[in-house]
């Protein structure tokens, strides 16, 4: 245990490292018992640090933000994900969609006309989406540590070509 007792304190102390980061502070207990008991929570929140959430929308912004907004193909991923807005409930958690729901938003996209066509939209069309989709979701769990849930079977969901 990582406790001690500074001598102008009446309260013990933790100081610790995990992973390269250092935990330290009062724990503002007068008994050594108490303080280890602190120490322990500290030490199991920093070895589990807690997952945040995100909605799908809140997931499109931040992604056009970082990433798709310095590309050539800027205005096409902003249709893109306006489109899987439209397609999925974008105020769901990503860690609430599953695979049902990716699928069933897969079948509206393949019985939409394209703008200005009588044809139904391509499989190749679609799997682009279906890769954006896929691109937001491995943003949120890599770069901005997202709890996702189940990451969802993407090589299901796409189409021959």
């Given at each position: 245990m990582s406790?001690?007792?500074?001598t102008q304190s009446p309260y013990w102390h933790y100081d610790f490292q995990h992973q390269g980061l250092r935990f330290h502070g009062s724990t503002g207990k007068t008994t050594r018992r108490e303080a280890e008991a602190v120490e322990h929570r500290v030490r199991n929140?920093?070895?589990?640090?807690?997952q945040r959430e995100m909605t799908l929308n809140q997931a499109f912004g931040r992604y056009y933000e970082d990433h798709a907004a310095r590309l050539p193909s800027a205005s096409d991923c902003f249709r893109q994900l306006g489109m899987l807005s439209d397609l999925l409930d974008s105020e769901k958690r990503l860690s609430e969609i599953g695979d049902d729901e990716?699928?069933?938003?897969?079948?509206?996209r393949r019985g939409m006309t394209a703008y200005r066509k009588k044809t139904l939209v391509s499989n190749a069309t679609v799997n682009r989406d279906?890769?954006?989709?896929?691109r937001v979701y491995r943003k949120a769990v890599k770069a901005w540590k997202i709890n996702v849930g189940?990451?969802?079977d993407w090589r299901e969901h796409l189409l021959p070509e």
């Amino acid at each position: 245990m990582s406790v001690y007792r500074k001598t102008q304190s009446p309260y013990w102390h933790y100081d610790f490292q995990h992973q390269g980061l250092r935990f330290h502070g009062s724990t503002g207990k007068t008994t050594r018992r108490e303080a280890e008991a602190v120490e322990h929570r500290v030490r199991n929140v920093a070895g589990n640090p807690v997952q945040r959430e995100m909605t799908l929308n809140q997931a499109f912004g931040r992604y056009y933000e970082d990433h798709a907004a310095r590309l050539p193909s800027a205005s096409d991923c902003f249709r893109q994900l306006g489109m899987l807005s439209d397609l999925l409930d974008s105020e769901k958690r990503l860690s609430e969609i599953g695979d049902d729901e990716i699928s069933m938003a897969i079948a509206r996209r393949r019985g939409m006309t394209a703008y200005r066509k009588k044809t139904l939209v391509s499989n190749a069309t679609v799997n682009r989406d279906i890769e954006l989709l896929r691109r937001v979701y491995r943003k949120a769990v890599k770069a901005w540590k997202i709890n996702v849930g189940d990451m969802p079977d993407w090589r299901e969901h796409l189409l021959p070509e």
